[in-house]
């Protein structure tokens, strides 16, 4: 499949049983979101799975760079394992195709969202309804993801702009 869309920015909420992923172009427009699912059963073959399915997204359009939400360890420790498996899998993909990833911590991406740290999942849906051109429907894995292209391209536009002082 050809290349579509040059410099979009990809934010991804990594995860083992589902991992979120979202284009954003340069004006805020979600162009496609997703959510990768795997079934429970051995790790190897759902890594294989997200990897596969991040490759074909990163076929399908000329990603710029990507964003990622940072490890968080919170409650429940035994999710962490999976998903910093996840994690490394998509940042050797991304890595493999020359592809800049910027990583943001859960609280750094509700704040430049919302302005507030702690933000509710709530909260975090309605800011990005109202700061973005969105694809409709989603489950929260790839909200998040969306959240964290904004992140990245709110970012990005700050780091710009203190070079160019």
Not at 84 to 91: D, E, P, Y
Not at 94 to 117: C, D, N, S
């Amino acid at each position: 499949m050809a290349a579509t869309r040059v410099g979009l920015l990809l934010g991804i909420d990594p995860g083992l049983a589902s991992t979120g992923y979202a284009l954003l172009s340069g004006d805020n427009q979600v162009l496609a979101c997703g959510t990768i699912k795997t079934a429970p059963g051995p790790t190897g073959p759902r890594l294989h799975q997200i990897v596969t399915e991040v490759a074909s997204v990163l076929a399908s359009y000329e990603i710029r760079e990507a964003a990622m939400e940072e490890l968080f360890v919170g409650r429940n420790t035994t999710s962490v394992i999976g998903v910093a498996q996840a994690r490394g899998a998509i940042l050797a993909t991304l890595e493999a195709r020359g592809i800049p990833t910027f990583e943001y911590k859960p609280a750094q991406v509700k704040a430049v969202l919302t302005g507030y740290g702690m933000a509710s999942k709530a909260q975090i849906a309605r800011m990005l309804a109202l700061q973005v051109a969105s694809a409709g429907k989603m489950d929260d894995h790839a909200a998040d993801a969306i959240a964290i292209a904004v992140c990245h391209a709110r970012s990005r536009k700050l780091r710009i702009a203190a070079q160019q002082r």
